[in-house]
C-alpha cells in the first residue's frame, strides 16, 4: 500500500514539475497578451508534456534544440556564424535578440577586423556580450546572422515608440535588479523582454567605462561623415537617450530579424 502511494506522489510530483516547465516555455516564447504564442518546442502542433521533455533533452542531456523555424515571424532562437546561440524575443511587430552579440567573424567566415572584451576579460564578453566599433558594422561582409541586421535608427526609434516613448522604453528594456546592473537600476521592469545589460563601452583612446552604469547600442545610420546615431540605457534613469558619437567608438550590438 506504502509502495503504490508512493509511485502515485512520485508521478504527481513529476507531472507537476513538467507542468511548471511547460510554464516555464511557455513564458519564455510566448509574448505575453498579444496573439503570438510560439511555446511548441518540437513542432508537432501541441503544447504539451513532450515540449517539456524537449527542453529537459536540448538543455541537460545536449539533445536537439528548440526548432529554430517554429515560429518563422520571431524564431525562439537564432545561432551567429560562431556557433553562439542567441534568445529571442517579439516587441511589436519587430523581432529583436534578446541578448548582445558575441561574434567575432563576418558572415562569410572572415574574422572581424576589431572587437573587444570590455577590460580584455573574457568573461565579459561572454556575459554582455563584444564591443564594436562601427567599421565592422558597415562591413559589407556582413556582422548579423543571416536574416538578421543590426538596426538603424528609424528602427530603434519603431521600438520606443511602440514601448511608449523615450521617457518610459529604457525601463521597460533594462534587466531587473541591481546584479548587473548598478543601483538604483531606476524603472527597470524589463517588460519588453529586451533584457539589456550595462555592457559599457571602450573610447576610442583604448580606455574601458561605464559598465554597470550604461548599455550602449548602435544603429547603422550616420550622422554625418565621422558620427553615427546610437542609444544608450542608464542605471539612474527609465528614459533611453539618444544621441551621436563618432565611429571609431565601440559599443554593445543588438541585432533585429530582417
Known sequence: MF??????MHKIS?????????AFICLVFTDLGAEY???DANSDGLLNVSDAVYIINYV?????????DCCPECPPIVTDIDGNVYQTVPIGDQCWMAENLKVTHYRNGDPLSSWWDYDYDEANGFVYG???????????????????HVPSDAEWQTLVDYLGGEAVAGGKMKEVGTFRWNSPNTGATNESGFAGLP????FSTGNFDFM?????????????????WFLRLVYNSSNILRSVDFKQTAYSIRCVKD
Do not use: H
Open 130 to 148: 563584444k564591443l564594436y566599433n562601427w567599421y565592422v558594422i558597415a562591413d559589407s561582409r556582413g556582422i548579423a546572422p543571416e536574416g538578421w
Open 3 to 8: 509502495l503504490l502511494e508512493g509511485i502515485v
Open 60 to 68: 541537460f542531456v545536449g539533445g536537439d534544440p528548440p526548432d529554430p
Open 199 to 202: 555592457g559599457g563601452m571602450r
Open 37 to 39: 504564442v510560439c511555446g
Open 14 to 22: 513529476y507531472l507537476l514539475a513538467l507542468t511548471v516547465i511547460i
Open 212 to 228: 554597470g552604469e550604461m548599455g550602449t547600442f548602435w544603429s547603422t545610420t550616420e550622422y554625418d561623415g565621422s558620427q553615427v
